[in-house]
Structure formats: C-alpha cells, structure tokens
C-alpha cells in the first residue's frame, strides 16, 4: 500500500512547525506499518495530549485521542477487550514520565502487549516550551530562565528497571533504525518501548541555541552510539542507540485468559 | 537486483514546509530550497535514488518514482 493509503489526507498539510521531529517518526511509523503488512483495522493508536499525541488523527487505523498522560490507561482497557489488535501508545516526554509516570512503570511491570512510543523532544512543546523530565540538568527552558537544575529519568534505563520486555531507542537522524526498531517493537509480545529522540526546533532548538531541525539532528548524529560501541567506552556522554532488552516474560492479557478458565472451572 | 532508476522527484507543495532537512541529508546534494521556501529538485540527473529525502520528510512531502 501507498503512504496515502494509511493517513487520513483530509488533515494534510499536519500542524507540526517546520522540520518538527514528529513528523519523521509519524513517517517511519508508516513505512513500520507498511513493511509488516498489518492490517490498518487491525491496529489501535491511542495517544494522550501534546503536540505528539496529534499522530493519532494523521493516521487512519483505529484511533483514540485521550487524556493528558493516561493514554496506556485507556490501551490497557481496549487491549484487555480486544487482545487480537495491535495496540501503539505514541506519548510525548511530558505526557509519558510526567504526567504518565505511574502509567508508565505499572504497564510495564504487568507486561501487557503494547507498544509505547515515546517522542521525545525533551520539552512540553504544546503549552510554549517548558521542561520536562527529559530535559536535563543545564538545559534552558521557558520554565528555567536561568537553566534546568532537574536531573533527567534515561528513558531507556527506567523502562528495564520497571520490566518492559522489550526497550530500544533511536532518533529522528537514523530514520531506519528507527523504522526497524518499531517493527521490532511491535513484533514483539509484551510491553515494548522504544524511545526516540525528536526535534523541537521551535522551543527546545531554539532556547538551547541547537540552531534549525537539521542542525539539530546532526547533532543527534554526533551524540549518539551504536549499543556496546567502543566509541562509548571511550566517551561516556554519547546516547546508545539500538535494542537494550528484548525478553520473554508471561504477557498480561494471556495470563488473564487462564485465570478466567480457572475461575469457570471453581464454579 | 539492479539499482532503482529514477524517474521523478514528486514534491507535494502544498504540504512541504520548506525545513530543509531534505536539501540537507541528500548525499548527491541534489535537492534545493526555492524561493517561496519549497523543496525543488535542482539537479534531478545526480540523484541515486536512495529515497533517504522522502524517509526524512516530516511532511510527508517528497516522493522518489522510480523506473
Ligand atoms: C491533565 C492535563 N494537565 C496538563 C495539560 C496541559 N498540557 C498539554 S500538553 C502538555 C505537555 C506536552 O508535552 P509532551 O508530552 O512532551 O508533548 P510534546 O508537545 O512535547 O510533543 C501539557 C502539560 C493537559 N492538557 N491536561
Ligand atoms: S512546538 Fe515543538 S513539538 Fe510542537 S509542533 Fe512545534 S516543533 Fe513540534
Ligand atoms: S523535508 Fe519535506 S517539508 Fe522539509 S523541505 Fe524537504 S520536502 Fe519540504
Ligand atoms: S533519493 Fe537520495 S540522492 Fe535522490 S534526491 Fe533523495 S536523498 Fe538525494
Ligand atoms: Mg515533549
């Protein structure tokens, strides 16, 4: 199928600003979609509020638009219904591990299969550009005038501790690694989360001095590593990049099915 | 199998938003910013076909036709 084929094309041109990040995750998604050959009516996208959860209306798979940091609260419920559909939580930083936190760690611990996107730009670029969880310590926002003295969670090493069983990241730079590890991710039974960096040009580009989007994801470039690179033994400020976990472990709705059949057979 | 030719370079110019990220990563330097801030093919004959601008697009803007 045709890159039309999966969105809806009545809301082109998206509303993202030029060169937003989200809009190249929005585009490797697709093309994850596409090279799997799912059914588009077999997938739910269920996203909460930000400028990342405005994915759900580009996309034309079964969607719901729902509430500021409980968007695995309601693919919990549908997936718990409807275990046969592929669930994918896309989620800003804010709305994942701010807001979301305790969704977050308790999705991940139940081992429900899902896939959970986490966009992050390190910035709430919705509401004008204040910091988040992901921001990190020495970073400048509308919120931190004077810089950020907050430490920031590592996405990747928060979701192993909380056992998500499968845990990647990528960037909006390395566009196939990316479109891989959400076809990874979503492959995948149990609770997947990928975490790739994004650009907000906008407000984090623009309060940090990282200059446009593509300068900002050259920068990405630089930054980051290959996982188990020597280049990180090396230098342990670069960002690993690539699969961290990827395990089995009992998943949520199929240990439910049993407790249902235990439960018919008591009565 | 031998390499995709390529055929055209189709930019949707009501979409592309002129961000550059295109112009930018193309290894062939191939594509250009115009002036009403659109991504134009400027030397369509370097390009390799590697679709590595419609990859990147964030709006969904560029498409490579191949042969
Ligand atoms: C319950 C609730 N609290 C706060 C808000 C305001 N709000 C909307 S989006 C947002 C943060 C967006 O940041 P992020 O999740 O990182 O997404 P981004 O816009 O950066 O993609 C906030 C605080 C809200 N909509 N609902
Ligand atoms: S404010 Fe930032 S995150 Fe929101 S659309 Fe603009 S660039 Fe993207
Ligand atoms: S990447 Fe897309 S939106 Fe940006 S200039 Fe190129 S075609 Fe236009
Ligand atoms: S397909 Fe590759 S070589 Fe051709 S214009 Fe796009 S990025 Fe450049
Ligand atoms: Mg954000």
Redesign the interface.
Known sequence: MAIKDYIRERFFPQMWCPGCGHGIILNGLIKAVEELGLNKNDIVMVSGIGCSARISGYLDFHTMHTLHGRALAFATGIKMSRPELNVLVPMGDGDALAIGGNHFIHAARRNIDMTAIVMNNRVYGMTGGQYSPLSGYGTLATTAPYTNIDHPFDVVDLAVAVGATFVARSTTYHIRQLTDLIKKAITHKGFSVVEILSQCPTYYGRKNKEGNAYEMMELMKQTTTPVGSEAKKQNHDLIETGVFVETDKPEYCTEYDKIIERAKKDN | MPKAKLKEHKINR??C?????CA??CPKNVLEIDKDEKAVAARPEDCIACR?CE???????I?IITE
């Open positions: 009501r979409w938003k002129g961000c550059g990220i930018h990563f590595l990859l990147r697009c964030p709006d969904l803007a498409e």
